[in-house]
């Protein structure tokens, strides 16, 4: 049994080793950028929640990084795997590495409150990245999430402004699902449980994890259950309109029903141009990262959060007035998809692939 | 005679308790003279309670051919890796890997159909053998995948819940290294009738054909099972409970053919059809049949082959020897690693199975795909009456399982229950039908 025993340790290893292979380089596209009042031997320090979603290796790391190289700042990092406990130690453990600011993509908004104050009883500033921290001493660098919501919906009610809607939310868990639903409610659609006179919501759930295929089976049962008398959808991400227009294409309404999302994902972008999703509200990611970066090389050089540049106001849904840089996002359409181009973002090949050819502008 | 001759001096209550006692006497005696299944009988009698209250609450909305052609599609994916749970669960093991496994096997597929072939063969999309090379591939990788972490488990020594519990975060992470875990569409579009939809169905008219096969294999498969008692002097079913069950049988069959070509094609799509093909559609719109879903005829072969190989093969018999008595089962001469190691590879296929499925049905290939399904899948098992002491479970039960678990879902969905709230009642729901198993268990001795 000597052999069969060492073949398997052999296959154990051989699944670590394949596991470690690293997936792709990430590439900078940092352009020059003024950043003022940054110091030497400043080390700036990332807290993730969960490193291993793609976007932020390839996306949001790579700017942070260059902002700070351009200041001569150091980048030390800690990846909590989607843990509040791992991302408290994490944060401990940054801090005692001599971290001079920190930026927290935090896991959770309340359970990160006690390591906020252990960095800021340090005189250490910290940058609340993408994800909101319910703390005053936080500077909060995020895309505007009500304003996603707004655009989404703005986009789909000059599509059709009146009739029965489906809205198909994100994690009920995850704060980003409310602001979007707020930023429905400002643009003039109903709030849930409500009807106004034109638009009447004939089905609205959250989807736990986000998940897709979820967002599919809510979309058949909604439309079964009206027996396809829906007018319009607004799902709060791409992944989810993908789930949703596959169930609308089953019952052949795929491109006449007007759907939303948010993200830029590749195959939302082809939906897009191929006329099956209606607008897709593209946040670069890469501008976030440019943006906490620089932040954090003003705060190597002064600590106080009031005195970065360019910063606003933002009432938080806790009550908290916080300084914040809030991006506005971009409402992707047919209209407009050289945007997404232009910036790299998407190939023209993935983009029009299986577009009829001039049917769109960007797809000649 | 004598209650009936002295109603007035027993009060309603009374009268109620003797009829129920005397119905579920006749019943239970019934059931034991005809020989049926009772813990089958059983979840078919909590489906239709299950199926009745929701259309009652939701005001007819659930029974409905579209509603229930819905409810069989979204049940096909968890109930075939069910059956492989099945036979991991009788040998004493456990797979937690399958949610991860499924991901990981279809977002391969998916590189397969959308990089691989079009452009490592330089042959292009929407080649007519696409589909075929992928789902090969797939269940070949399912295999070996599903082998190697049975290997690891029968020759290393490390107990399965460890290894599947590896495997969870193995092959969930493995994703992250094809390109960068970007959502991946749209799949070819062949491949994509295995997930279903109207275009992805078989029609009128092969449906009745389906059914009538059935049909004629629930015959004969009784008529064998008889004739086998009769020679080895075994107790026969009479001739009247033989009867009225092939009457039963078949008619759930034709039943459901029924209602699967009760559901007609969605007026839009029939529509582009009667343009496509040049008919002039009469008043009304023309009304097509959609007919069995292809992922649900999957599911069907799927589980008659798994219940064949569970029950009728030396392979079958061998894991629920080793399931029921690991020790005796090796010292009476059973290849107990290697059948272990089959049992892993079996359930590695069925997952490629689900993954095809899921991943066309969806027409993406996500990074979350099959999140959480591991835990689908067990309870599914579970409930139809797997036990985890080993040696014991059912794959037409599993299957029933997938499809009570789903009626749950699909329904609170339809009556706008909230996401928590659907979790809490399918938890609830999931002890207790096992806790009822263990009680009626230890009751009957």
């Known amino acids: 049994m000597r052999i069969p025993r060492l073949a398997a340790l052999g296959a154990v290893v051989t699944i670590v080793l394949a596991a470690c292979t690293p997936g792709s380089s990430a590439t900078s596209s940092a352009s020059a950028g003024g950043s003022t009042g940054g110091t030497a031997d400043c080390t700036v320090a990332v807290s993730w929640n969960n490193y291993q979603e793609e976007r932020w290796a390839l996306r949001d790391e790579p700017n942070i990084k260059a902002a700070l190289e351009e200041v001569g700042a150091q980048y030390i990092s800690a990846d909590a795997g989607s843990s509040e406990e791992q991302q408290a130690t994490d944060i401990e453990n940054l801090l005692s590495q001599g971290a001079d600011v920190l930026i927290i993509l935090a896991q959770n908004t309340e359970t990160i409150l006690p390591s906020v104050q252990a960095a800021v009883d340090q005189g250490v500033p910290v940058i609340g990245y993408d994800r909101l921290i319910e703390s005053e001493d936080a500077l909060y660098v995020s895309f505007d999430n009500v304003r996603v919501g707004e655009m989404q919906a703005e986009a789909v009610l000059e599509q059709v402004s009146e009739g029965n809607f489906v809205i198909i939310k994100g994690n009920g868990a995850d704060a980003n699902s409310d602001f979007l639903r707020q930023g429905y409610v400002n643009a003039g659609v109903p709030a849930e449980g409500e009807s ?13 994890n986000w998940d897709p295929a979820l967002a599919q089976t809510e979309m058949e049962q909604f439309l079964t259950e009206n027996d396809n008398n829906v007018d319009a959808v607004l799902s709060e991400n791409d992944g989810m309109a993908g789930g949703v227009v596959a169930a609308l294409e089953a019952q052949g309404l795929a491109g006449q029903v007007p759907v939303s999302g948010q993200d830029g ?66 409402a992707i359409t047919q209209d407009n998809l050289d945007v997404v181009l232009d910036a790299d973002w998407i190939t023209p090949e993935d983009l029009c692939q299986g577009v009829e050819a001039g049917s769109v502008a960007a797809c000649p | 005679m004598s209650e009936i001759s002295t ?24 059931i034991r003279v005809a020989d049926i299944d009772t ?107 599903g082998g190697l972490q049975g290997f ?136 097509i049949p959609t007919g069995i879903a292809i992922p649900v005829l999957i599911m069907i072969v799927v589980t008659i082959v798994m219940s064949y ?116 009642v399918v938890g609830i729901v999931l002890v207790a039908a096992v806790g009822l198993d263990a009680l009626l268990r230890r009751r009957r001795g």
Not at chain 1, 274 to 290: M, P, S
Not at chain 2, 189 to 213: A, F, H, K, M, Q
Not at chain 2, 269 to 287: C, F, K, S, V
Not at chain 2, 321 to 345: D, K, Q, S, Y
């Open chain 2, 7 to 30: 109603p007035a001096r027993m009060s309603p209550l009374d009268r109620l308790r003797g009829a129920l006692s005397r119905v579920s006497q006749a019943a239970t005696a019934g």
């Open chain 1, 265 to 330: 994902d590749i195959a939302a972008l082809n939906r897009v141009a191929l006329g099956t999703q209606t607008v897709d509200v593209w946040k670069d990611a890469r501008e976030l990262g440019r943006a906490a970066g620089e932040a954090a090389a003003q705060l190597c050089g002064n600590p106080d959060i009031a005195a970065v540049a360019d910063t606003t106001t933002f009432d938080s849904p806790g009550g908290n007035t916080l300084t914040s840089i809030l991006l506005d996002p971009i």
């Open chain 2, 309 to 424: 190989i569970a029950t009728r093969r030396r392979f079958g018999r061998n894991v629920f020897a080793m399931g029921g008595n690991p020790e005796a089962a090796r010292l009476g001469g059973i290849n107990t690693r290697r059948t272990l190691m089959l049992v892993f590879g079996l359930m590695g296929v069925l997952c490629a199975v689900s993954a095809a499925i899921q991943t066309a049905r969806l027409n993406a290939a996500v990074t979350g795909l099959g999140v959480q399904n591991e835990l689908d899948v067990i309870s599914a098992a579970v409930i139809g009456g797997t036990s985890f002491s080993g040696g014991i479970g059912s794959i037409p039960g599993a299957v029933l399982g997938a499809v009570v678990m789903q009626s749950l879902r699909s329904g609170m969905l339809l009556l706008h229950v909230e996401a928590p709230t659907q979790d809490i």
């Open chain 2, 152 to 287: 690891v488990t029968a020759y290393g020594g490390v107990p399965s819940f460890i290894v599947t519990l590896g495997g969870l975060l193995v092959w969930r992470g493995l994703i992250f290294s094809y390109a960068d875990g970007q959502t991946l569409a749209p799949m070819d579009s062949t491949y994509r009738l295995l997930g279903g939809g109207p275009t992805g169905s078989i029609g009128e008219w092969p449906s009745w054909i389906v059914g009538i096969i059935g049909c004629v294999v629930i015959l004969l498969s009784l008529w064998f099972s008889r004739r086998r008692k009769r020679r080895y002097g075994f107790p026969m079913r009479p001739i009247w409970a033989e009867a009225a069950l092939a009457i039963v049988l078949c008619g759930a069959v034709l039943g459901a053919v029924w209602v699967s070509n009760a559901y007609p094609w969605p007026a839009n799509l029939a529509a582009q059809y009667a343009e496509d093909h040049g008919i002039t559609p009469p008043p009304g719109g023309l009304i």
């Open chain 1, 196 to 208: 106004s006179d034109t638009i009447t919501i004939v089905g609205e759930t959250y989807t736990d």
């Open chain 2, 39 to 145: 813990r089958l009988l059983g979840m078919l009698v909590a489906l239709v309670i299950i199926w009745v209250g929701f259309n009652i609450v939701s005001g007819g909305a659930f029974l409905t051919a579209r509603n229930l052609w819905n409810l069989s599609v979204q049940s096909a994916s968890i109930a075939i890796m069910a059956t492989g749970m099945v036979l991991v669960i009788v040998s004493r093991n456990i797979d937690l890997s399958v949610g991860s496994l499924l991901g990981f096997l279809g977002y391969t597929m998916a590189m397969i159909q959308i990089f691989w072939i079009p452009d490592g063969l330089g042959v292009g999309l929407e080649q007519p053998y696409t589909w075929i090379l992928t789902v090969l591939a797939g269940l070949l990788l399912g295999a070996v995948v």
